[in-house]
């Protein structure tokens, strides 16, 4: 089954760090690059980051530049987002997306109180 599982949202206070986890299945993962986005209620999903299928590169939204990290472990088809210094604005519901396609995951809620 093609499909991607978020995890690794939660609550946290502002300054603090969570590390969303996103497992894919059922595509070659190590051929594909992967994204991050993230979604807030009544607005657009925004791309939060992305990394190519070797992982050697990278890019930001100007907004988490310097706190968040993307990541991946082909051998284990996973790709990471890393979420340091996190901010109240960053709060949404964090999703996964193989790039180039419609494949989604769930998603997975990230709260941050200030």
């Known amino acids: 089954q093609v499909q991607l599982v978020e995890s690794g949202g939660g609550f946290v206070q502002s300054g603090g760090s969570l590390r969303l986890s996103c497992a894919a299945s059922?595509?070659?993962?190590?051929?594909?690059?992967m994204s991050w986005y993230r979604q807030t209620p009544g607005k657009e999903r925004a791309l939060v980051a992305s990394?190519?299928?070797?992982?050697?590169?990278?890019n930001y939204a100007d907004s988490v530049k310097g706190r968040f990290t993307i990541s991946r472990d082909n051998a284990k088809n996973t790709v990471y987002l890393q979420m340091n210094s996190l901010k109240p604005e960053d709060t949404a519901v964090y999703y996964c997306?193989?790039?180039?396609?419609?494949?989604w995951g769930q998603g997975t809620q990230v709260t941050v109180s200030s």
């Open positions: 997306k193989k790039a180039f396609s419609a494949l």
């Open positions: 990394i190519s299928s070797t992982g050697d590169n990278t």
């Open positions: 059922g595509f070659t993962f190590s051929m594909w690059r």
